[in-house]
């Protein structure tokens, strides 16, 4: 839940690892479990691939 820190314009640290928890999970749940790969969802990542790795 978010409270006074935020309507303040800013989250604190725990607010925002809660809210990256709950996006990520809702991405895993659209994408009923499955980012990259056959039959995965790309546009839950908005991208048609995973990305390239790093040289």
């Known amino acids: 839940?978010?409270?006074s820190a935020a309507s303040e314009g800013f989250?604190?640290?725990a607010q925002m690892r809660d809210l990256e928890r709950n996006n990520l999970h809702a991405a895993l749940k659209a994408a009923n479990g499955k980012l990259f790969g056959k039959g995965?969802?790309?546009s839950c990542s908005g991208s048609s691939r995973p990305p390239s790795p790093r040289a």
């Open 1 to 3: 839940m978010i409270t």
């Open 11 to 13: 989250l604190t640290e």
């Open 40 to 42: 995965a969802r790309p």
